[in-house]
């Protein structure tokens, strides 16, 4: 009788290869969560990087329980898959942190593939440039309402700007838009193939969209781009200064104050929440400012950048 698991039966040789494939996966959200979950299931080691605590409203479309509300994201995934018994258990670490130009290099560190699964447009073109400059395979995936898309950015192959074009429409999915049940688990499952062609050395670099709205999978041939800024090597995104913005969310805010350590902001106000070394959380007359120590800060209740810094400063005693 064959004793070995269906997985290894299919995979042979490459499953060994897969469990030895280090993945970071950055963005835990509906589709990394799942992407995330079976990776770990299958015993590849893991890297886990996403800034968000898991609210009730995730629980669901994405792969947190009850008991996960108001824990990091990151912490509640890797205690998930260590807890799951796969026959080699993997290495999980993870970092409770925005990917951004400043620590993309260090927070990344040593890493075979990298996975998308972020919410928005910026951070992808910032992993497509990082990809392309170290030579990562980087494995796209996006979801919004009925629709998906993945991709698979080879170091030899087309890359992310090169099919969406040099200054693409931003197509980001805030998390306030609805989604469709299933999309999700489409990509992360095509995500999952994508990584198995790419240890058996078939890379899937075609763009594949999918509607479930009317059932419509679409294949769009990739090629190389004249001209593109990212394979000429000019890495805008990896460039660019860091900036205030409005985010995806219409009532958010991202700054990148000065002092970004949770004990030295508990001092400017003790008012201030920490949650380990890692993040300082104050909340006052409906506004929420959450500072990360990777450098950033997200302001909640406030309608524009000016108003965000208005309040920041109130709260907190300048940037
Ligand atoms: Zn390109």
Redesign the pocket.
Same mark, same amino acid.
Request: hydrophobic share 10%.
């Given at each position: 009788m064959n004793e070995e698991s269906r997985i290894k039966t299919y995979l042979g040789s490459n499953h060994e290869k897969l469990q030895d494939t280090r993945c970071t996966v950055i963005g835990l959200g509906t589709l990394g969560s799942k992407t995330a979950k079976t990776l770990g299931k299958i015993g590849t080691d893991l890297h886990l990087i996403d800034r968000d605590f898991v609210e009730e409203r995730n629980i669901d479309n994405q792969e947190y329980t009850k008991e996960d509300v108001g824990e990091l994201k990151t912490e509640a995934m890797q205690r998930k898959i260590k807890g799951m018994d796969s026959e080699k258990s993997c290495s999980v670490s993870s970092s409770a942190l925005d990917i951004n130009p400043n620590n993309i290099e260090n927070q990344v560190g040593e890493t075979d593939v990298l996975i998308d699964s972020t919410d928005n447009l910026k951070t992808r073109l910032l992993l497509?440039d990082y990809a =392309?400059k170290e030579e990562i395979p980087l494995i796209i995936g996006m979801i919004g309402g009925a629709r998906g898309m993945t991709m698979t950015?080879h170091p030899e192959g087309? @890359?992310? %700007?090169? +099919?969406l074009g040099e200054e693409p429409a931003s197509q980001e999915t805030c998390d306030q838009e609805g989604i469709s049940p299933g999309i999700a688990e489409v990509i992360s499952a095509l995500q999952v193939n994508q990584l198995v062609k790419l240890i058996e050395e078939k890379p899937l670099t075609d763009l594949l969209t999918i509607n479930l709205e009317n059932m419509v999978f679409d294949k769009l041939k990739t090629k =190389? %781009?004249k001209n593109?800024? +990212? @394979?000429?090597e000019e890495y805008k995104e990896l460039d660019r200064v860091r900036e205030a913005r409005k985010r995806c969310s219409e009532e958010s805010v991202q700054l990148y104050p000065r002092i970004t350590d949770p004990e030295k902001l508990e001092k400017i106000n003790p008012e201030v929440d920490t949650y380990g070394d890692k993040i300082a959380i104050l909340e006052n007359k409906g506004i929420k400012i959450s500072v990360y120590s990777s450098g950033k800060a997200i302001v909640k209740g406030v309608e524009t950048v000016k108003g965000a810094r208005e309040k920041y400063d109130e709260l907190l005693g300048g940037r």
């Open positions: 497509n =392309k950015v087309p @890359c992310l %700007r090169c +099919t =190389k %781009r593109c800024s +990212t @394979c000429e």
